[in-house]
């Protein structure tokens, strides 16, 4: 659906218009909010499901001496992190860069470790990287040599928000579709609903809302319960019949 979709979806519940009599209470830009509140939460429930949903990816430079590299704004959450310049990697041929627990014995190891190195002269390279909160990693050990566009990070990409009536949701960068991530369009309407609950909220119809709070969750289910037919795999044992080992 369309932002202006979504509206009209959500007086259409109301029994409202967007404008003259029968307006209601809720401003147009007041609706658009809700509506961005609402791709927010559904947003956190796909992305939290790890089937690769919204994600993207975008490359880094390193700074000799620094260790703290700037993550893109619209980052949720990495997936993955490789050395694509540098110690003989490449784009086709890149290098995993391992992230470090959380915990003191992991932390102490990966900033002693002092490694790869070919010769007793090299100078380390990062080989392990912490994230800081969702805007910053800190490279393990610090580069000792500035490269551009030296790591390649894969992340799962916070939605642009909607601002123009014909954008549609779950964009990296807001638009109409097609070159962001709008493939969840069976489930647009939880988004709508959730808008409509707020509304409710607002006039104090709670009779109503705990109505439309029931839809939205049987519609999170369903969705839930897509999610997790994805995660299906094919069995990993060995299926043996009576046949093949009779022998």
């Known amino acids: 659906m369309t932002r202006l979709e979504l509206q009209n979806y959500a007086l259409n519940m109301l029994q409202a218009n967007a404008s003259g009599a029968g307006a209601g209470i809720w401003s147009a830009s007041e609706i658009q909010q809700y509506i961005r509140d609402g791709e927010l939460k559904l947003f956190v429930l796909i992305a939290d499901k790890n089937e690769n949903f ?3 990816s975008t490359t880094v430079s390193e700074v000799a001496n620094t260790a703290a590299i700037n993550l893109p704004t619209n980052l949720y959450r990495i997936q993955y992190v490789e050395r694509i310049v540098g110690n003989g990697a490449s784009t086709t041929a890149p290098q995993f860069v391992s992230p470090v627990d959380r915990n003191t014995t992991a932390i102490s190891m990966a900033r002693g470790a002092n ?8 100078s380390p390279y990062p080989c392990f990287y912490m994230m800081h909160g969702q805007k910053t990693i800190e490279m393990v050990p610090a580069p000792t040599s500035s490269n551009t566009n030296s790591l390649r990070v894969s992340y799962i990409a916070r939605p642009a928000a909607m601002a123009a009536d014909t954008d ?25 609903l959730y808008a409509v609950e707020k509304c409710l909220l607002k006039e104090e119809s709670y009779p109503q809302m705990d109505l439309i709070t029931g839809m939205r969750r049987e519609r999170e289910r369903e969705l839930v319960d897509y999610l997790n037919r994805m995660q299906v795999q094919a069995p990993r044992g060995i299926h043996v019949t ?3 080992w009779s022998w």
């Open 168 to 192: 549609v949701p779950f964009q990296i960068t807001a638009g109409v579709g097609g070159a962001g991530t709008d493939n969840l369009v069976e489930f647009h309407d939880i988004i709508a």
């Open 242 to 244: 009576p046949d093949e």
């Open 115 to 122: 490694w790869p190195l070919v010769t007793t002269t090299d």
């Open 54 to 56: 919204f994600s993207t």
